[in-house]
């Protein structure tokens, strides 16, 4: 891939996505409680691997800062739980992201995703009392674009897992979700 890309140098203008462009990707990050409530008292914590593919729906849409595009896609969640106890958990979530293109190398983003979550936390934690979940995402990023086929990515997320009332109790566990990773572009 790398010997494909051009690089982009401060003087060059940014690359130019287009629609129907193909984003592949990989993050990894490292799961933080987010006690919401009394009755969240797990401390789950853990490293989380996630692989996405996107593509590209519209050319920049709007006009100044909050000029961008809108990218579908979809992606994998792995998510060891190391604390309080070896526990894992693998999902599937479609995806949706505002990437915003007005500055050239370095683009914010935000991004929401959704969908089925299973895990085997079930009665191994109090908030948590069915394999089967779903996982709720909400986070924001920047990618800083190394080349025109390669941007590497950080940002933040904010996870929700529960049953979504399916059994009781639904508690449902709440975490932070820092991460860095890299994306392709073809």
């Not at 050319?59 to 990218?71: A, I, K, T």
């Not at 969640?77 to 995806?95: C, D, M, N, R, S």
């Amino acid at each position: 891939m790398s010997l494909l890309a051009t690089p982009v140098f401060a003087d060059e203008p940014a690359p130019v996505i287009t629609v129907g462009t193909q984003e592949v990707g990989l993050t990894a990050g490292y799961l933080l409680p987010q006690r919401l409530t009394k009755d969240h008292t797990t401390k789950q914590k853990g490293p989380a691997l996630m692989p996405s593919w996107m593509m590209t729906l519209t050319d920049p849409v709007g006009s100044g800062w909050y000029r961008g595009q809108v990218s579908l896609g979809a992606e994998m969640v792995y998510i060891q739980f190391q604390e309080p106890i070896l526990t894992h958990g693998v999902g599937f979530t479609p995806k949706i992201k505002y990437t915003f293109v007005a500055l050239d190398q370095v683009r914010p983003y935000a991004e929401f995703a959704g969908g089925p979550f299973w895990s085997d936390l079930t009665n191994k934690v109090p908030e948590e009392s069915s394999q089967f979940n779903f996982i709720l995402t909400a986070g924001f990023g920047l990618s800083w674009f190394l080349t025109d086929q390669a941007a590497f990515n950080v940002g933040y997320r904010f996870q929700h897992i529960s049953n979504a009332g399916t059994h009781y109790p639904n508690i449902g566990l709440n975490a932070s979700l820092p991460y860095g990773g890299f994306s392709f572009y073809f």
